[in-house]
Nanobody, 125 residues
Framework: QVQLIESGGGLVQVGGSLRLSCVDS????????VAWFRQAPGKEREFVAA????????YYADSVKGRFTISRDRAKTTVFLQMNSLKPEDTAVYYC??????????????????WGQGTQVTVSS
């Protein structure tokens, strides 16, 4: 059974950094495409980054490209989202998701079947 658990959120000042982590108690991360989405108050959930299963392919939203990095640990049991140069507009609940999307759906919520509960990231100015 897939159970995704995010951690690492918190309050940070503009320009600061945070690293989010996502683990799956069911041990499925190693063979799943993993993505991070976020949802700010009053807005729809949006794609942030993804790492395709079995490959080094990484995808990023234009708004975070060059500032955020998605990665996995050597054992493929944890996925990270390193967030640097944070801005107030990065404030949101960040969700980890897994699935087997095709290329055309890798940036869409429909490409993922498993979701975590989310972790709050707040960037203060």
């Amino acid at each position: 059974q897939v159970q995704l658990i995010e951690s690492g959120g918190g309050l940070v000042q503009v320009g600061g950094s945070l690293r989010l982590s996502c683990v799956d108690s069911g041990g499925t991360l190693s063979y799943s495409t993993v993505a991070w989405f976020r949802q700010a108050p009053g807005k729809e959930r949006e794609f942030v980054a993804a790492n395709r299963r079995g490959a080094d392919d990484r995808y990023y939203a234009d708004s975070v490209k060059g500032r955020f990095t998605i990665s996995r640990d050597r054992a493929k049991t944890t996925v990270f989202l390193q967030m640097n140069s944070l801005k107030p507009e990065d404030t949101a609940v960040y969700y980890c998701a897994t699935g087997r999307p095709i290329t055309s759906t890798i940036r869409t919520m429909g490409g993922y079947s498993n979701w975590g509960q989310g972790t709050q990231v707040t960037v203060s100015s």
